[in-house]
C-alpha cells in the first residue's frame, strides 16, 4: 500500500523531545525514515524476546512512556546512518542501502544491546544498572558498527578479533558522541552521575585492561565473554586514546574507518590492527602521523 513519508516528533528516553522521520499510511503514523536508502523501521518486543510489531500511534506525536525507547532507536539510528553518509560516504551498513532494523523492549529487565545479525535489539535496563539502552547516541553508533564490521573486516567474535570488534564499536561510538571518553555514560547507572560502562581514556577505571601485559586469556564461551571481548577491548581502546588526542577526530575517524574497511581481516590480532591503522595513516596522511598511531600502540605494548 502507498506509502507516505512525513515528520512529526516524540519524547525521548531522557524526556526531551526528538524531530522523527514517519510513514503514515492506512490512518496512522509509524516509526518507518523513508527520507533515504537504508530505510529505518523500528519495533517494538512488549518485553518478549519472540514477536514484534512496528511502533506506530494515531498522531504524529510519539509522546507515551513506553513510546520513549523507540523514538531514541528511530532518531539515534538516523543520526548513525548520517554519520556513516556525510563522513564516509556510506550507504548504510552494507554501503548499498540496506534497511535498518530496530527492535525495543526486549526481554525483561534486559541489560543489553546487541546487532543480531540483522537487526539491532534493545533492553530496558534493570533501571539500576541500564535504563532504556537506545536512549544512548554511542549504544545505538556501537551496535550499527557491528553491522558495518560484518559486512567489511568480518572480525571473528572471539579472542584478539573479538575485542577488536568491539573496541571499532566503542571507537564509532566516541565518534559520534565524541563529548567524553566514556562509553554508555547517558544510560548506565541512571542513579549515578559522571560514570560510564567504560572509559577510552582509562579503561582501569572499570576493570579493563590498558596495556598487554595485563590481557585476560579467558575461556571461548560465553562465561569467558569469549575470550574477554569486553575485557581485553581495554587495550585498543587505550591505543586510540593515544591516537586521537594526537591526532583529532576528523584525521583518527578517517584512518579508523580505512583499517576498517580496506585492511582488517576476520582473524585480525592487535598487531594486525597496529599494521592496519598505521598503513591507513601513511595512506592518507604521511610518515609523521603514522608515527603517531605507531607510538600510540607501542604504549599499550602493541608492536
Ligand atoms: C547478547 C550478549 C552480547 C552482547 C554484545 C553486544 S554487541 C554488546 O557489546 N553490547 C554492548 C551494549 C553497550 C554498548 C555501549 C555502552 C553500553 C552498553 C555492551 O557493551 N554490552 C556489555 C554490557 C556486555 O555485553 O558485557
Ligand atoms: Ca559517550
Ligand atoms: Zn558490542
Redesign the pocket.
Known sequence: LKETATTGSGTAVNGSTRPLNLDFSKGKYSLIDLTHSGRIETYDAKNTTTTYSLMTNKTKYFTSQTQRAGVDAHYNADLVYDYYKNKFNRNSYDNLGAPIYSIVHYGVNY?????SGEVM?YGDGDGST?TT?SG?N??VA??LT?AVTDYTAGLI?ENQSGAL??SF??VF?YFVDPGDFL???D??TPGITGD???SLSNPEQYNQPAHMNQYRYLSNT?AG?YGG??SNSGIPNKAFYNTVTQLGNSKSEQIYYRALTLYLTPQATFTDARAALVQSATDLYGAADAQIVASAWDQVGVY
Open positions: 541489560n543489553n544491546a546487541f546487532w535489539v541500564f539502552l544512548a554511542d549504544v556501537h551496535e557491528h567474535y570488534s568491539e564499536s566503542d561510538g562509553i554508555g555514560e544510560i548506565y560510564g560502562l567504560r560465553e565473554d571481548v569486553h
